[in-house]
């Protein structure tokens, strides 16, 4: 589609029924103070896609500052690109962002990582600014139309992921759309473009260049986004597991022939991901990252000449975790939460039978997050359901208070701190003084 060139569709899917009602008002109040104003993003895509879309972002021609003169429930936030907020009584935020222009042409020598997008535009510009084809669509539900600058809607019906220019750059732009090409592609079952998959393997290490936190973010949000199984096989396919998982990476290499089938073992506990979660962040992120390290936790372990003692079990679930700990910079609660879950699937059936001791575990304050993974894992390998249920009775009982449970900041590691704490060894009360085999 050419420069200044736009189509709008007036036949489609959306009906002003589907919008969000103060999305709706907002647009509406924006056209009444004399401003453009549309959906956009992956509402508008999952709206013509028939699905419920579970966000509806705006943008509009009003600059930040007239959006807050304008809705008294309105914050700002960003550095890299400010942003409206709108707040509401029920928890809900509605973004609004202003017409964002296209990037300075930095030229071929230069890495072109945008640091500052605080550069306002148009709507052309706006929409030639975003990822991907099917992400740039507006619509306008004053007028009833989808208003299409960059092709997506062909895009759409072909069900091909592109994106907007030059992959190569637009990646070289923003690392982090190299994993949301991964999370959109498994996510709406579309194709991949070749030109993409080959700008992703190319330069997948300048994901070394992005905002850590906005890496990690995405990959809790691959975990909990209803298609964990197939982004992170497409993220292995790909080569960017090498580099923000490469423990993950090498295992599946290893272990990825027939005879351990590592991929469909690690797919197979990411399907219960996706079953139980559908969608929507329903269980702690330690508890997530868990899902995924269980098939190389459980490896490991069966790799071991000689079974472990409780000490030696504790300092190889920390080694395991801490190398990703450390560099995706995990919140301290999301460690503990991920080293206590892995950990007490090794205890657990060793205590079943020991009413005192099944107690004792269950005020672990790790122990909702181990009961929730060892129902993902009950799910995937078909494992005893009566041995879940029988946890499952002990779930509200009162637990044992633990700081590094509690608080969201702090080191990534949890220190060592003597019996009955979050990072020593398990006390009497807390289980077994021996370990058991691993289980799937």
């Given amino acids: 589609m050419s420069a200044g060139a736009s189509t709008r569709y007036v036949r489609h899917a959306v009906t002003l029924q589907d919008i969000d009602e103060d999305a709706h008002r907002v647009v509406r109040r924006l056209h009444q103070t004399g401003y453009e104003a549309f959906l956009v993003g992956g509402s508008v895509r999952d709206l013509l896609l028939g699905k419920r879309p579970k966000d509806f972002d705006i943008v509009t021609g009003a600059m930040p500052q007239e959006v807050r003169r304008i809705f008294r429930n309105c914050r700002l936030i960003g550095r890299r690109f400010l942003l409206a907020h709108l707040l509401y009584a029920d928890g809900k935020v509605l973004e609004v962002a202003t017409f964002r222009a296209e990037p300075y042409d930095q030229g071929e020598g230069e890495t072109q990582l945008i640091t500052d997008d605080n550069q306002f535009g148009t709507p052309e510009t706006d929409a030639r600014r975003r990822d991907f084809t099917v992400n740039a669509l507006f619509y306008d539900p004053e007028k009833g139309e989808v208003i299409d600058y960059v092709g997506g809607m062909d895009d759409l019906k072909n069900r091909l992921l592109r994106t907007i220019g030059d992959p190569v750059v637009r990646f070289r732009e923003d690392p982090v759309r190299m994993l949301r090409a991964v999370k959109f592609t498994a996510r709406t079952g579309f194709t991949l473009g070749e030109p993409e998959r080959k700008a992703i393997r190319a330069e997948r290490r300048q994901l070394r260049k992005a905002a850590v936190p906005r890496l990690y973010e995405e990959i809790l949000r691959m975990l909990w986004g209803g298609a964990a199984a197939e982004s992170f096989a497409l993220m292995h396919e790909l080569g960017l597991m090498e580099i923000l998982l490469p ?32 969608g929507r962040p329903k269980l702690e992120s330690g508890v997530l990252l868990a899902a995924l390290l269980w098939p190389l936790f459980s490896d490991l372990l069966d790799d071991l000449p000689r079974e472990p003692d409780p000490a030696t079990l504790k300092k190889l679930t920390e080694e395991l975790v801490a190398p990703a700990a450390l560099r995706l910079r ?63 009775t002990l779930r509200d009982i009162p637990r044992d208070r633990d700081d590094a449970f509690e608080r ?33």
Avoid at 358 to 373: I, N, S
């Fill in 247 to 278: 423990e993950v990476s090498a295992w599946l290499s290893r272990k990825g022939g027939p005879d351990h089938d590592a991929l469909g073992r690690m797919r197979a506990v990411l399907e219960a991901l996706d079953a139980h979660c559908d």
């Fill in 330 to 392: 995990m919140p301290r609660r999301d460690v503990s939460m991920l080293v206590a879950a892995l950990e007490l699937q090794l205890r657990m059936p060793h205590v079943a039978h020991k009413r005192a001791a099944r107690f004792g575990l269950a005020r672990h304050p790790g122990f909702p997050g181990a009961l929730d993974l060892l129902a993902l894992r009950t799910e995937a390998f078909a494992l005893d359901e009566a041995d879940l249920t029988e946890w499952q």
């Fill in 408 to 440: 969201r900041g702090g080191s990534p590691m949890p220190a060592h701190r003597g019996r009955g704490g979050a990072g020593g060894p398990p006390s009497r009360r807390g289980g077994p003084s021996r370990p058991f085999p691993p289980r799937r």
